[in-house]
């Protein structure tokens, strides 16, 4: 039982390229999030979707984008990557969504 | 919107008893409490989950007064594998994208 991986584990990026981060998990679960958390800080939602087909804006949503095509699967997309994006990226699931989330293991992004 | 303050910080000793706690004034009435906690390089767990009074299950219990204003997050007997950041989380069921993890707190068990 994988729960959610994330991929890659880490990338260096240069500033200005395209850049989306997998999120997959087999647990079927409905709800699925994306947050960042940047270096001694805690985590801030970036995207969130509530079931397969719908999408919404988290915290901290300028610059990325998000799609649900399918209950499994969850890419985060930065369209045109920024030094301030540098950050580690983690994505979640659950059932519900007040639910207990279980989180993946994290993309380190760098952007230069 | 339900942010929640929590210390820093907090230090202790094998077996020991710890507390931590978290205030959340704004709480809404729709707002559950939760508590995660999350190791260097890893993705935040989840420990356990309230709403009112007290919650308790097999790694923690949860203290929320009457008025839901703070919450107490305890850990008995603590190990060394207790040293982790821990975040205090206060989720709106009726806005999906308000969920605030805070700066969490650095708990330090100590042999």
């Known amino acids: 039982i994988a729960g959610i991986t994330q991929a890659p584990t880490s990338q260096i990026l240069a500033a200005g390229r395209r850049m989306t981060l997998r999120c997959t998990q087999d647990?079927?679960?409905?709800?699925m999030y994306w947050y960042r958390q940047d270096l001694g800080l805690g985590l801030r939602l970036i995207h969130y979707?509530?079931?397969?087909?719908?999408?919404g804006k988290g915290e901290v949503p300028d610059g990325y984008s998000v799609s649900r095509a399918n209950t499994d699967d969850f890419p985060l997309t930065l369209a045109s990557a920024v030094p301030s994006q540098t950050s580690v990226y983690f994505c979640?699931?659950?059932?519900?969504?007040?639910?207990?989330?279980?989180f993946g293991p994290g993309t380190r992004l760098t952007v230069l | 919107l339900a942010k929640t303050t929590q210390p820093i910080s907090m230090d202790s000793y094998e077996g020991q008893e710890v507390n931590i706690t978290c205030s959340h004034n704004?709480?809404?009435?729709?707002?559950?409490i939760t508590w995660y906690q999350q190791f260097p390089s890893q993705g935040p767990r989840f420990i356990i989950q309230?709403?009112?009074t007290k919650v308790t299950n097999e790694v923690a219990s949860l203290f929320i007064p009457a008025d839901r204003k703070s919450s107490t997050l305890s850990l008995p007997r603590v190990s060394l594998s207790d040293t982790a950041v821990y975040y205090c989380?206060?989720?709106?069921?009726?806005?999906?994208?308000?969920?605030?993890f805070g700066s969490g707190t650095k708990l330090n068990v100590k042999p």
């Open positions: 979707s509530n079931t397969a087909g719908t999408t």
């Open positions: 647990m079927r679960h409905n709800a």
């Open positions: 704004n709480i809404a009435t729709n707002d559950y």
């Open positions: 309230g709403y009112k």
């Open positions: 989380l206060v989720g709106d069921m009726n806005n999906f994208n308000k969920f605030y």
């Open positions: 979640a699931s659950s059932e519900a969504e007040h639910n207990e989330q279980f």
